[in-house]
C-alpha cells in the first residue's frame, strides 16, 4: 500500500524474512521508506508457559542473552554448550523446539544434528531443529535445510525474529495472549547506559530491547575480555608453530557475533575477515588479523571499564575489597547452591551463586580449588565444574562434621 503522513511517503508491502535489511541499506538515508512486515506484532514479546526449549552455543554470552531474551516468556529454557551435552539433553526430555548452534568445536552443529537424528532413544526425533549461525549469506538457508535443519536464524539473535519464528513452530495451544498472564509483569527497564566509543547501543538495544540487557551484556562481555585474549594468544602460538587455523576460525567467529550484538562494527569486522582469512588458510594474514583483533579488544576493554567506572555501574578493583572469612556452614550452603545450579543449567543462579563466593576469604587449602571452580563457570566448562565443586562440597561436609 502507498500512503503519505506528514510529508513523508510511506510504502508498506509484505516481505519475506531477510530481505528487509537489504531494502533498508538501499534505501540509505532518504526518508521514503518505512518498511514492515503484515505479521509483524507491536509486542514482540511472545508468552507461552509450559514450552521446553533447548539452545546449544559454546559461547556462554551468546547463551546469557538468548536466555536473558526468553526470560520473561514463561518458557523453560535449557542451555547448554556442547553437541554431546545435547545428546545426552534429547535422551532425557521431551523439547517443544531446539536451537543448535553452526559453529563449535569438537562437534559442530550440522554433525549434531546428523547424530541426534540417527540417534537411539532420542525423545525428540520430530522436534524442529533451528540452526543459530553468525554467517547468514545468500543461500545459506538452502545449504541448512539440506543438512536437515527445519529453519536458521542469524545472530546475533533479534528478539522480534526469534519471537516470530517461536510462533511458526510452536503450538498454537501453547502460545497466550499477555493478558491472560495475570500476575507476572513485564520486565521494567530503568538502565543507563554508558556512552563507550565504539559502541553503538542504539544498534544494540534493537536485538536486545531493553537497557537493562543491553548493560547486562557488555558487563558479561568486559567481564570476559581477558580470556577472549587468552584465547586469542594461545592461538597465535599454534599458527606460529604450524598448527591448524581452525581455533582461530570458531574464536573470531564467536567473538564478531558478540561484537555486533553490542553495536560494534569496526572490530566485528576485524573479526569477520580473521574468520574469513583462517578458513582460506591464509596463515600470515589471519595472524595479522588475529593481533589487531586483539589488540583492539585490549582497547575496548580500558573504554568499557573506565566507562562503568565512571557510572558506578562496577566497583573500585577488588584488592581495596575486605573479604570476609568463610565458614564451614556458609561454605558448604554456597557449594550446594552452586552445585545444584550447574546441575539444572541455570545460568542466572550459576552466576548470582558465583559472584557471592567472590566476596569470601578461603582457606589456603581450598583456594586453587575455589578459584578453578569459578573460572570453570566462567568458562562454561560445566562438567568439569560440577566434578570439582561435588569433591569440594564433600570435603566440607566432611569438615563440619568433625568439628
Known amino acids: 500500500s502507498f500512503s503519505k503522513e506528514d510529508n513523508i511517503y510511506v510504502i508498506s508491502f509484505e516481505i519475506k524474512q531477510g530481505i528487509a535489511p537489504a531494502l533498508q541499506r538501499m534505501a540509505g538515508k532518504s526518508k521514503v521508506v518505512e518498511i514492515k512486515r503484515k505479521d509483524e506484532k507491536d509486542n514482540s514479546l511472545i508468552y507461552a508457559p509450559g514450552v521446553k526449549i533447548l539452545v546449544c552455543d559454546d559461547d556462554r554470552l551468546n547463551l ?32 517443544h523446539i531446539i536451537f543448535l548452534d553452526h559453529m563449535m568445536p569438537k562437534m559442530d552443529g550440522v554433525e549434531t544434528l546428523h547424530r541426534m537424528r540417527r540417534l537411539e532413544g532420542n525423545l525428540n526425533s520430530n522436534v524442529p531443529v533451528v540452526v543459530l549461525t553468525a554467517n547468514a549469506v545468500a543461500g545459506a538457508e538452502s545449504d541448512y ?23 511458526r513452530y510452536l503450538p498454537k495451544d501453547m502460545v497466550k495472549d499477555r493478558k491472560d498472564n495475570e500476575g507476572e509483569e513485564l520486565p521494567h527497564d530503568s538502565s543507563f547506559l554508558p556512552v563507550i566509543s565504539g559502541f553503538d547501543f542504539s544498534e544494540a ?77 591464509k596463515r600470515e594474514e589471519a ?23 565512571d557510572s558506578s555501574e562496577i566497583p573500585v578493583d577488588e584488592e581495596e575489597e575486605a573479604l570476609q572469612r568463610i565458614e ?47 573460572n570453570d563457570v566462567d568458562n562454561l566448562e560445566i562438567m568439569n565444574a560440577v566434578e570439582k565443586t561435588e569433591k569440594l562440597l564433600e570435603m566440607a561436609k566432611a569438615g563440619k562434621e568433625g568439628d
Do not use: W
Open 205 to 281: 538495544k534493537k536485538l536486545l530491547l531493553e537497557d537493562g540487557l543491553v548493560l547486562d551484556t557488555l558487563r558479561n562481555f568486559y567481564d570476559n575480555i581477558d580470556s577472549r585474549i587468552a584465547a586469542l594468544d594461545a592461538e597465535k602460538e599454534k599458527i606460529k608453530n604450524g598448527g591448524e587455523l581452525s581455533g582461530f576460525r570458531i574464536t573470531a567467529h564467536s567473538i564478531k557475533s558478540n561484537l555486533r550484538m553490542l553495536g560494534n562494527s569496526y572490530l566485528s569486522l576485524i573479526a569477520e575477515e580473521g574468520e574469513s582469512l583462517a578458513a582460506s588458510d
Open 287 to 309: 595472524l595479522e588479523k588475529l593481533n589487531d583483533l586483539s589488540e583492539g579488544l585490549l582497547q575496548a576493554k580500558e573504554r568499557i571499564g573506565k566507562a562503568l567506572k
Open 64 to 95: 546469557k542473552v538468548f536466555t536473558s531474551l526468553l526470560s520473561g516468556t514463561g518458557m523453560d529454557v535449557d542451555a547448554v554448550n556442547s553437541g554431546e551435552e545435547v545428546l545426552s539433553r534429547v535422551r532425557e526430555k521431551n523439547y
Open 145 to 167: 535445510i539440506k543438512e536437515g535443519f527445519d529453519d536458521y536464524l542469524s545472530k546475533p539473535v533479534d528478539m522480534k525474529a526469534l519471537s516470530a519464528l517461536l510462533e
Open 328 to 374: 564451614g556452614n556458609e561454605f558448604a550452603r554456597l557449594l550446594s547452591a552452586l552445585l545444584e545450579a550447574l546441575l539444572e543449567r541455570d545460568y542466572d543462579r550459576m552466576d548470582s551463586t558465583a559472584e557471592s563466593m567472590k566476596h569470601y576469604d578461603y582457606p589456603k587449602e581450598v583456594r586453587g580449588d575455589v578459584a578453578s571452580i569459578l
